[in-house]
């Protein structure tokens, strides 16, 4: 089975600050990567698919990057409303989730 | 629209076996894949198995002893068993809609079924 690292566990930042947000394959999952963001509450919302592509909808200041088993999630000038966890999901074989990350603002 | 939603007990006795159904709507279980994830409260997200669209499924290896996912296509349900629960099995249950064609990730999730275990 594919393990998936995220880390950081819990992120504080500031409004207008850029966040990044890393998660890490035990193998290479060949740009089979989505992240998602949940609200408490809430079900997880689809941001980012194929590791880079933005879903319809999502505000463009999320973006995804990485390959191989490195991926990441950014987001530049944070809202108050990206207050969240967020989950990063590999589908190359099945599917295994991270163990996610809760980002406040500071 | 695409919609899905979880439903089933709140409160399942330890032992016992816990029985979902998920119901969508807008979209055919025959060409769409459809998955369990489940929750615990304020942790990760846990994928449990697939129904996929030709019928047949797969599981976690970790919970394939003691899962079984079937479905009812003239009902647009799609159904979770699992049995002996212990009390690690609280948690929210979530059915989602794999997205079209070779897109593996998942566009669309019910809103959860909180289950606790308790006798």
């Known amino acids: 089975d594919i393990q998936m690292t995220q880390s950081p566990a819990s992120l504080s930042a500031s409004l207008g600050e850029t966040v990044t947000i890393e998660c890490r394959a035990s193998e290479d999952i060949y740009n089979g990567l989505a992240w998602y963001q949940q609200k408490p509450g809430k079900s997880p919302q689809l941001l980012i698919y194929n590791a880079n592509s933005l879903h319809t909808g999502v505000p463009s200041r999320f973006s995804g990057s990485g390959s191989g088993t490195q991926y990441s999630l950014k987001i530049n000038s944070l809202q108050s409303e990206d207050v969240a966890s967020y989950f990063c999901?590999?589908?190359?074989?099945?599917?295994?989730f991270g163990g996610g990350t809760k980002l406040e603002l500071k | 629209q695409v919609q899905l939603m979880e439903s089933g007990p709140g409160l399942v006795q330890p032992s016992e076996t816990l029985s979902l159904t998920c119901t969508v709507s807008?979209?055919?279980?025959?060409?769409?894949?459809v998955h369990w994830v489940r929750q615990p409260p304020g942790k990760g997200l846990e994928w449990m198995g697939v129904?996929?669209?030709?019928?047949?499924?797969d599981y976690n290896s970790a919970l394939k002893s003691r899962l079984s996912i079937s479905r009812d296509t003239s009902k647009n349900q799609v159904f979770l068993k699992m049995n002996s629960l212990q009390s690690e099995d609280t948690t929210t249950y979530y059915c989602a809609r794999e997205g079209p064609g070779y897109n593996l990730y998942f566009d669309y999730w019910g809103q959860g079924v909180m289950v606790t275990v308790s006798s």
């Open positions: 999901q590999q589908y190359y074989d099945y599917r295994t």
């Open positions: 129904m996929w669209s030709g019928g047949s499924t």
């Open positions: 807008g979209f055919s279980l025959t060409s769409y894949n």
